[in-house]
T-cell receptor, first 113, second 112 residues
Framework: EAQVTQNPRYLITVTGKKLTVTCSQN?????MSWYRQDPGLGLRQIYY???????DKGDVPEGYKVSRKEKRNFPLILESPSPNQTSLYFC????????????FGNGTRLTVT | AQKITQTQPGMFVQEKEAVTLDCTYD???????LFWYKQPSSGEMIFLIY??????QNATEGRYSLNFQKARKSANLVISASQLGDSAMYFC?????????FGAGTTVTVRA
């Protein structure tokens, strides 16, 4: 089954404790991206990747890191989480074309206390 | 810079009636794609419909249709014959230059 898999689904952590949210896709997509969703703001792009070893900042990259060492994986790293990073996070993947829809993971709800 | 505007934070619709969700966008690119996604209360993002900037006909997918007016830069979603299961948040999005930008969303509540 074609899918984007994010883990974990829920995560509660404390300020400053490094964490990684994993994302994996099995559709051989070149394009992958991370979004955060906050009430009233829709989804905002954090980082995206056009291919292996190619990453770029989205609209809200501060406080986040990503890597793309393999085509299928695109982890999101929070080196020192803060409460303002409490949010719902989505990983997505798609073909590298403006007319291709993105396939989303089920989301990770992160709470930083 | 790209911008997607959804001016309706929430809407109520009677079951079996049609509802139109507004979306306007702003871009200087000639090639772009417009998408609508549905997010039910369970949280997942479900792709509904796509319209390309060069498409002359409005896209349709079952009960969903996209009213595309390029000169007005609008891409409204029409849901016909609403069902209780249509209650959800709906997002308009634009893909331009490999960047997918989203509007703030519209919550639709279908009443029996």
């Amino acid at each position: 089954e074609a899918q984007v898999t994010q883990n974990p689904r829920y995560l509660i952590t404390v300020t400053g404790k490094k964490l990684t949210v994993t994302c994996s896709q099995n559709m051989n997509h070149e394009y992958m991206s991370w979004y955060r969703q906050d009430p009233g703001l829709g989804l905002r792009q954090i980082y995206y990747s056009m291919n292996v070893e190619v990453t770029d900042k989205g609209d809200v990259p501060e406080g986040y890191k990503v890597s793309r060492k393999e085509k299928r994986n695109f982890p999101l790293i929070l080196e020192s989480p803060s409460p303002n990073q409490t949010s719902l996070y989505f990983c997505a993947s798609g073909a590298s074309s403006y007319n291709s829809p993105l396939h989303f993971g089920n989301g990770t709800r992160l709470t930083v206390t | 810079a790209q911008k997607i505007t959804q001016t309706q934070p929430g809407m109520f619709v009677q079951e079996k009636e049609a509802v139109t969700l507004d979306c306007t966008y702003d871009t200087s690119d000639q090639s772009y794609g417009l998408f609508w996604y549905k997010q039910p209360s369970s949280g997942e993002m479900i792709f509904l419909i796509y319209q390309g900037s060069y498409d002359e006909q409005n896209a349709t997918e079952g009960r969903y249709s996209l009213n595309f007016q390029k000169a007005r830069k609008s891409a409204n979603l029409v849901i016909s014959a609403s069902q209780l299961g249509d209650s959800a948040m709906y997002f308009c999005a634009m893909n331009s230059d490999y960047k997918l930008s989203f509007g703030a969303g519209t919550t639709v509540t279908v009443r029996a």
